[in-house]
């Protein structure tokens, strides 16, 4: 039996399909990924990502050791509840994780971590604090909901107190505010509108019944991985670790070269790559062909070399096959991918697949 989430209790009577997902019990799906994906593109639909990891960075040095731990700047940042995607790295350049940083205010800061490398996360980051005023303190009482979906904000504010609703009223993307218990951020993983809700685990079992109330489908991680596929968002482990440059992964926006002067981990490695130049591209495919991509299949592109798939399936919108693969940097519109033996056409573009529920390529 792996780790369990507050809301497991609730996943077994709503008769979900439990699996090990690093080290946690998770829900799967509660009968139908299909109908689950569905209702988060044309409804709306909750999550339970409860196994990934809350930290708060407290301290007067808070700001500097994120501006060294990140390749992103948090001092893009002015305003208390912004929010920031980045990848953290590694001397070489390779993604050690990619996370979430909220601005509190100049001594607080709140990241969110991938539950798979918690441990090496937690390690890696409390070995860069020398020399910097902050604390990092891991915050095991909170559950997180993310609630996705065109209807998702709608029906999540029928739920949350009128000072909640008034303190969400004007909420930005990539931002977030605390009200009244909960700590509410308009992001999310599937490439639709929403909150990501963090709230005290005494709390977490009456905001999931209040959302049930309130026709918020439950969704298991099946649909969380197509959903996000579509959305062409990195899933790490897959897409990006601790071996592959965010130059080569899709994730060059998530690196802020200015000031030069701002030395973050990994920036030497990353502009030595630049500098040499970057072999591979990180792209979308769509299947012209029958057949399913998958990760880790041979990407052929003629005349040129051989890439890999990093994450593929079935995009239940599109009703077609897509992928996100590394190739070689001199990629046309069209290549092919090793199937059971078999080389199938593929389409080459560019991510996201889907947006608002709708094909983004032409």
Same mark, same amino acid.
């Given at each position: ?12 009577? %709503?008769?979900? /399909? ?21 209702? !988060? ?13 809350? !930290?708060? *960075? =407290? ?6 050791? *994120?501006?060294? %731990? ?6 893009? @940042?002015?305003?208390? #509840? /912004? ?15 990619? *996370? ?11 990241? +969110? ?22 604390? %990092? ?8 909901? $993310? ?21 969400? $009223? ?6 977030? +505010? ?12 599937? #490439? ?11 709390? +977490? ?6 959302? %049930? ?8 991680? &099946? ?16 897409? @990006? ?8 992964? &899709? ?32 792209? &979308? ?7 399913? *991509?998958?990760?880790?299949? /041979? ?24 992928? =996100? $693969? ?14 059971? &033996? ?6 080459? +573009? ?6 608002? #529920?709708? /094909?983004?390529?032409?």
């Amino acid at each position: 039996m792996g780790k369990q989430t507050t809301l497991y209790p609730e996943h077994v009577q %709503l008769n979900a /399909k439990i699996v090990d997902f690093a080290g946690w019990d998770m829900p799967l799906n509660y009968g139908s990924q299909l109908e689950e994906h569905h209702k !988060v593109r044309s409804d709306a639909g909750m999550f339970d990502v409860s196994h990934m990891t809350v !930290v708060d *960075l =407290l301290g007067p040095g808070a700001r500097d050791y *994120l501006r060294h %731990l990140l390749a992103n700047d948090v001092d893009k @940042m002015q305003t208390a #509840g /912004k929010a920031m995607y980045s990848c953290m790295l590694n001397e070489d350049g390779g993604v050690v994780d990619d *996370l979430i940083v909220y601005f509190m205010d100049v001594n607080h800061y709140r990241v +969110v971590l991938n539950a798979g490398t918690h441990d090496k996360d937690l390690a890696w980051m409390n070995q860069q604090t020398n020399g910097f005023s902050v604390g %990092l303190h891991e915050r095991h009482e909170m559950a997180i909901i $993310a609630v996705q979906g065109p209807n998702a904000r709608d029906k999540a504010n029928r739920v949350f107190t009128p000072e909640q609703q008034a303190a969400v $009223a004007d909420m930005k993307p990539f931002s977030a +505010v605390e009200s009244d218990g909960l700590f509410i951020a308009r992001t999310g993983y599937t #490439g639709e509108d929403g909150y990501e809700i963090i709230v005290h685990n005494d709390k +977490v079992i009456a905001l999931w019944q209040a959302l %049930l109330n309130e026709g918020v489908a439950p969704c298991g991680l &099946g649909a969380r991985d197509t959903l996000r596929l579509e959305a062409g968002m990195n899933l790490y482990g897959s897409d @990006m670790d601790d071996s592959t440059s965010p130059l080569s992964s &899709g994730l060059g926006w998530t690196i802020t070269w200015e000031p030069q002067d701002r030395l973050f981990i990994g920036r030497a490695a990353l502009e030595l790559q630049k500098q040499r130049g970057v072999d591979r591209r990180f792209v &979308g495919l769509v299947l012209e062909d029958r057949g399913v *991509l998958r990760a880790h299949q /041979k990407v052929i592109v003629e005349g040129i070399g051989e890439g890999e798939i990093t994450s593929g399936g079935f995009s239940p919108t599109l009703e077609c096959s897509i992928a =996100l $693969a590394r190739v070689p940097k001199g990629i046309g519109e069209h290549c092919t991918v090793e199937v059971r &033996g078999k080389q199938l056409r593929a389409r080459v +573009v560019k991510p996201p697949f889907v947006r608002n #529920g709708k /094909k983004v390529f032409e």
